[in-house]
């Protein structure tokens, strides 16, 4: 037993031992080669072993994603000062490309508006299209392009399969799968045919063309690009297409040579081949004067909205202005709008008022811009009225023997002189009394002498002129209140007038030599005691008469009579004083 | 989307084109037409959510007098073998054609197609010869273009080989 132990020992034992000399105690000479060129070795192989493990399970990307994610995160939020100062040029330019493609397409929009709307030459083509059986897009594309690349296919060589197409006209796009598997039997069959021995990719086609159309086939190791372009073609298409087919096998070279029938590796590849799809107008020189065309059409538009927005603007300071201007008297605004270009103004405007265009110059408007509506009125205001009685005086008509002037004392007073004939002094003051508002007007005509025209006409004339003072004067009254003798603010102002025309009459009297007497009657109203209203009305008259007195009028002609209470319906008309005018002849 | 050529091969007259006009479109013309070279025809076939896209290309009639132009068939996924069960010629042929492709492209599956079932068998073909023949292709279907018997399913069974 003894025996047998020790060599299983020592066999376990040396195998230990070469196993250590070997790879080292835990594998640490393995470790330690692998470690000292680890980078090397990872290094190699690192980005084989990425796209295999993704192309696998797709499972690379997803550690990776959200690690970028991350550290974009953080590296933002750490550096976000740097990285806005980093984005903040490529932004403005990014705007800048924006918005002038946006202005450049709308101009273009604009121009392909004005040429095919309605030219002569668009019904023209639209007439030939429809003649030819060609869509007039179509037709259009031929009339415009010098060459147009109208669909680009890129084919497997080997399966004729079509690996992707882009199209100018999507519609065109739908049976690209199909032409592409006959072109490639096309191309078998040319190199069937015409095949020199074993010779077989001189003899692939490069090209099939017609009167206006062209297939241009670019052969490459693993595809087949194929330009379909109408028009000339210019030299350097060949050469782009040839650039991108060469792109593509680059780019795709392990994608073509395990190519199962799958086109989905093959999505990407629009970039490569959009660059292709190009075409050029007719007439170059054409095309800039167009979109010249295109510009000054906006150009134009900009301006006159700006000018119209500029009107329409003035146009609303106008009428504002006109509302708060301060309008001259016997001139009322009641409504401004704006309607054709014009600001319209409503006016009330007394016919003595101002002019309403020089005042609009006086205040620096043009009377051109604002429409007058105007309506006739009769304004009160004082200013107007002594206008209107200004203008009476100034242009009365008058013989050559009679004078007329009118003057104002203190403002406020207006002072009639002259020498007029009795009828002209009727006439006149007929017409002072028919001016509107001129009762406020305080006038003044004693120093207006009325003379004779002739002895015996002046004479019957002055007595008629006497006759209507007398009736004047006798159909005034002062009215008082219940039980009130003294005289008011507003009597007092009747009273005024009332003593002028008493003056008047008397020296009216004088000339026709008569005598007056005014009998000044006192009354009362038939309430309260018949004493206290003999007293009432006896006072009554004594106040009429003292403020005549005080106004002027010769004491001597005023007899104050108390006529006590009057049993009158009307118990107002009691609370009075009348006055009753008696003339008679001059012995 | 997958793409899948599969060209179509057999003697003139052995209904060839009436086969895809009886797959791809659903009918069958009793006019007679003689293809010329090649003629495309593309159908989607979809099996589980999985769809694959059909190119069949149907070659012209092939005759012994002349040949075909193999290179048609290159990057096919696979190819039919079409002969008419009513003329005893058409399998002579037929198998001919087989030789040549398989010359050329050894590693494309061969599909073999006996059609015309529609009509009585008329060939004086035992079933041993046939057996024989068909231990060369992948899978023997026997078909009718007229009534589309097996047609649908042996383009399924194609695309989804």
């Not at chain 1, 696998?56 to 806005?84: C, F, M, Q, T």
């Not at chain 1, 199909?178 to 003899?203: H, P, R, Y």
Request: charge should be negative; aromatic fraction near 6%; charged fraction near 25%.
């Amino acid at each position: 037993m003894t025996d047998k132990v020790p060599p299983s020992e020592f066999t376990d034992d040396s195998l230990e031992k070469v196993r250590e000399l070997l790879i080292g105690r835990d594998n640490t000479f393995v470790r330690e080669k692998l470690d000292h060129d680890a980078k090397g070795v990872v290094s190699n192989v690192v980005s084989e072993a990425l796209l295999e493990r993704e192309s696998k399970d797709g499972s690379v990307n997803k550690v990776l994603v959200p690690l970028v994610e991350k550290s974009l995160h953080r590296s933002i939020e750490a550096n976000s000062e740097k990285i806005v100062g980093t984005l903040y040029p490529l932004v403005g330019a990014l705007v800048r490309k924006a918005v002038s493609a946006f202005l450049v397409e709308f101009v273009e929009r604009t121009n392909a508006l004005i040429e095919n709307s309605l030219s002569p030459k668009s019904i023209a083509w639209r007439f030939k299209a429809w003649q030819s059986g060609v869509k007039y897009s179509e037709y259009v594309a031929s009339q415009i392009y010098q060459y147009q690349v109208q669909q680009l296919l890129v084919i497997h060589r080997e399966t004729g399969t079509l690996l992707h197409s882009i199209s100018a006209d999507p519609d065109k796009q739908k049976d690209a799968d199909l032409i592409s598997s006959m072109l490639v039997a096309i191309n078998d069959f040319v190199a069937d045919a015409f095949g020199v021995n074993g010779n077989e990719s001189e003899n692939e086609l490069g090209e099939i063309k017609t009167e206006d159309f062209t297939l241009l086939i670019k052969i490459g190791p693993q595809a087949l690009l194929v330009a379909a372009v109408t028009g000339s073609i210019p030299p350097e298409i060949r050469g782009k297409l040839q650039q991108a087919l060469e792109d593509f096998h680059r780019f795709y070279q392990q994608p073509l040579i395990n190519y199962d029938g799958d086109n989905a590796a093959f999505a990407g590849c629009e970039t490569l081949l959009a660059d292709c799809l190009v075409s050029e107008k007719k007439e170059g020189e054409g095309k800039k004067a167009k979109r010249f065309i295109g510009a000054l059409v906006l150009f134009i538009a900009l301006i006159g909205l700006g000018i119209l927005s500029f009107m329409r603007l003035s146009l609303s300071i106008l009428k504002s202005d006109l509302h708060e201007l301060p309008f001259p008297p016997g001139v009322i605004i009641t409504d401004t709008y704006i309607s054709n270009g014009k600001v319209h103004a409503k006016i009330l405007r007394d016919p003595a008022a101002d002019d309403i265009e020089s005042w609009f110059k006086d205040h620096g408007i043009d009377p051109n811009r604002v429409v007058v509506i105007e309506e006739p009125f009769v304004s009160l205001k004082t200013s107007i009225v002594e206008r209107k009685l200004e203008k009476l005086i100034r242009n009365y008509p008058l013989s050559e023997q009679e004078t007329l002037s009118l003057n104002s004392a203190n403002g406020s007073k207006w002072i009639i002189s002259g020498d007029v004939f009795a009828a002209t002094a009727m006439r006149l003051n007929q017409q002072i009394n028919n001016l509107p508002g001129i009762s406020s007007t305080d006038i003044d005509i004693s120093s207006l002498n009325v003379k004779a025209e002739y002895q015996l006409d002046s004479s019957a004339l002055q007595k008629v002129a006497l006759t209507q003072l007398v009736n004047k004067v006798s159909s005034q009254s002062v009215l008082f209140a219940t039980n009130q003798d003294a005289l008011s603010e507003v009597q007092l102002a009747t009273l005024e007038g009332l003593a002028n025309d008493v003056k008047q009459l008397l020296s009216v009297a004088k000339k026709t030599n008569t005598v007056v007497s005014i009998v000044v009657m006192g009354a009362s109203d038939n309430s309260g005691s018949s004493a206290r209203n003999r007293e009432l009305s006896q006072k009554r008259a004594e106040n009429v008469v003292n403020s005549l007195i005080s106004l002027g009028v010769e004491s001597s002609i005023l007899i104050p009579v108390s006529l006590g209470e009057l049993p009158l319906q009307n118990p107002s008309m009691g609370r009075s004083v009348m006055l009753n005018v008696l003339v008679s002849s001059a012995l | 989307m997958i793409q899948k050529k599969v060209c179509i091969l057999g003697p003139t007259g052995v209904g060839k084109t009436s086969l895809i006009k009886q797959f791809v479109e659903g009918i069958f013309s009793e006019k007679y037409k003689t293809t010329i070279g090649v003629k495309i025809d593309k159908k989607q076939v979809n099996r589980e959510g999985r769809g694959i896209q059909l190119l069949i290309w149907d070659l012209e009639g092939i005759d012994r007098y002349c040949g075909f132009n193999p290179r048609y068939l290159r990057g096919a996924s696979a190819y039919i073998v079409v002969v008419d069960q009513t003329r005893s010629q058409s399998l002579t042929e037929g198998m001919e054609i087989l030789e040549l492709a398989k010359e050329h492209y050894p590693d494309i599956p061969a599909f073999f197609v006996i059609n015309k079932t529609d009509l009585p068998t008329s060939w004086h073909w035992s079933e041993e010869e046939l057996d024989t023949c068909s231990q060369k292709f992948a899978l023997l279907t026997k078909t009718s273009a007229k009534t589309g018997e097996n047609v649908e399913s042996l383009f399924n069974t194609i695309a989804f080989w």
